[in-house]
């Protein structure tokens, strides 16, 4: 079965400071994953993905995230961190393997606070 | 482009009651989603629709029907409603039900059910 772990519910950082959100994920077959943010009332916004290639993935504001096939995880990371970042943040993965169609598997999400 | 859009935006109900949730999307994307959201739990799949005419169940479908009417909309039915379907309802969509297509997603509909 697929999963995702956000081991972290909440993730407190500095405004400047650099910031990690944490990822692991287990598939079967190659994993595809995906950050999405969610600030307050509103819906999911996609910040950024990995299919293939580099593990380095740059997304939207400033964000990136390292996929580490070894520790199947794909941590969230930005080097100065924002008090507009502080938001609900959530991995997500999918599979190229059985019948999921393009189904996301989400993990539970890890709120960002980012103090002035 | 509107993107995602979903109606209503908050609705109550009683036990019992019924009400459709609307989703319609104007990115020409051939595959929609409908999510559930729950405090601590992440988004679980309800339904999907991976091409105009099929329909799928997801992880938690029980209580729930959808239609997909047309390419641009996919709906979301209660029939009885349950204080267990409270929750943030959330519709998706990507231009295919592939493994490494993104999904975009409405800015939800809030249930409560009484």
């Known amino acids: 079965a697929q999963s995702v772990a956000q081991p972290e519910d909440q993730v407190n950082v500095a405004e400047g400071n650099p910031l990690t959100v944490k990822c692991t994920y287990s598939?079967?077959?190659?994993?595809?994953l995906f950050w999405y943010v969610q600030y307050p009332n509103r819906g999911l916004q996609f910040l950024l993905k990995?299919?293939?290639?580099?593990?380095l993935v740059k997304g939207s504001y400033g964000f990136e995230a390292e996929f580490n096939k070894s520790q199947t995880s794909f941590h969230l990371k930005k080097p100065s961190a924002l008090v507009s970042d502080s938001a609900l943040y959530f991995c997500?993965?999918?599979?190229?393997?059985?019948?999921?169609?393009?189904?996301?598997?989400f993990g539970r999400g890890t709120q960002l606070t980012v103090w002035p | 482009n509107a993107g995602v859009t979903q109606t209503p935006k908050f609705q109550v109900l009683k036990t019992g009651q019924s009400m459709t949730l609307q989703c319609a999307q104007d990115?020409?994307?051939?595959?929609m989603y409908w999510y559930r959201q729950d405090p601590g739990m992440g988004l679980r799949l309800i339904y999907y629709?991976?091409?105009?005419?099929?329909?799928d169940k997801g992880e938690v479908p029980n209580g729930y029907n959808v239609s997909r009417l047309n390419k641009r909309e996919f709906s979301l039915r209660l029939e009885s409603a349950a204080p267990s379907q409270t929750s943030v309802y959330f519709c998706?969509?990507?231009?295919?039900?592939?493994?490494?297509?993104?999904?975009?997603f409405g800015p939800g509909t809030r249930l409560l059910v009484l």
């Open positions: 998706a969509s990507s231009y295919r039900a592939r493994d490494q297509e993104t999904q975009y």
């Open positions: 598939v079967s077959g190659n994993p595809y």
């Open positions: 990995y299919i293939t290639g580099d593990n």
């Open positions: 997500a993965v999918t599979t190229d393997r059985g019948s999921t169609l393009g189904r996301l598997y």
């Open positions: 990115m020409n994307h051939n595959s």
């Open positions: 629709s991976a091409s105009e005419g099929t329909t």
